[in-house]
């Protein structure tokens, strides 16, 4: 299975920071990397997909970038909404492994 | 906009067959693949397996040995011989392939399992 290892775990911010979250996989997977943000009691959302592809409905201030083993996520000018958990997914081999998660607070 | 709606029993017995369901609203089945992934709590996203139209299915090597998915009518998952291990938040979920990507684009609300004794 390939390991992906997203950091940080939590991150503390502001509204209008901007904020990075990275992942790295185990062996390269070119640029099938999706990221998701989950809140409690709602459907998880897709943001990114293929490294840096924006979702159709993803405010621009979501950005994804990277390809092979590292890649980054970037939130800028954040907003009240954003504060959510974020996850990576490769989707480069079965079975699609996720990050282990970044819970973005307040 | 396409829905996911899913539902199954909450609360199991260990030994017990996990089944959960999930129905699309403003879509079809074809064209995709429909997974279920898991949160357990406190802990992150595990992909359990997919499948597609025409029968091709992915499954998890974890669990594989205990988990059917199938696709009809609706689409289901099957859990057999649970433990406490298998208590999580399920979701149900399509992929979606846009060549050269692979993404999961709509999930349903998710469903609470616990298994107890």
């Known amino acids: 299975d390939i390991q992906m290892t997203q950091s940080p775990s939590s991150l503390s911010a502001s509204v209008g920071d901007r904020v990075t979250i990275t992942c790295r996989a185990s062996q390269i997977i070119y640029n099938h990397l999706n990221w998701y943000q989950l809140k409690p009691g709602e459907a998880p959302k897709l943001l990114i997909y293929g490294a840096s592809a924006l979702h159709s409905g993803v405010p621009s201030r979501f950005t994804g970038s990277g390809s092979g083993i590292d890649f980054t996520l970037t939130i800028t000018t954040l907003q009240p909404e954003d504060f959510a958990t974020y996850f990576c997914q490769q989707t480069e081999s079965v079975p699609h492994t996720f990050g282990q998660g970044t819970k973005l607070e307040i | 906009q396409v829905v996911l709606q899913q539902w199954g029993a909450g609360l199991l017995k260990p030994s017990e067959t996990l089944s959960l369901t999930c129905a699309v609203y403003?879509?079809?089945?074809?064209?995709?693949?429909w997974s279920w992934i898991r949160r357990p709590p406190g802990k992150g996203l595990e992909w359990i397996a997919e499948i597609n139209q025409s029968g091709r299915a992915n499954y998890n090597p974890s669990l594989q040995s205990r988990v059917t998915i199938s696709l009809g009518n609706h689409f289901s998952l099957k859990m057999t011989s649970v433990t406490a291990a298998d208590t999580a938040v399920y979701y149900c979920?399509?992929?979606?392939?846009?060549?050269?990507?692979?993404?999961?684009?709509?999930w349903g609300k998710g469903t609470t399992v616990t298994v107890s004794s």
């Open positions: 979920v399509r992929g979606r392939v846009q060549f050269p990507y692979y993404y999961m684009d709509v």
């Open positions: 403003g879509g079809s089945f074809s064209d995709y693949y």
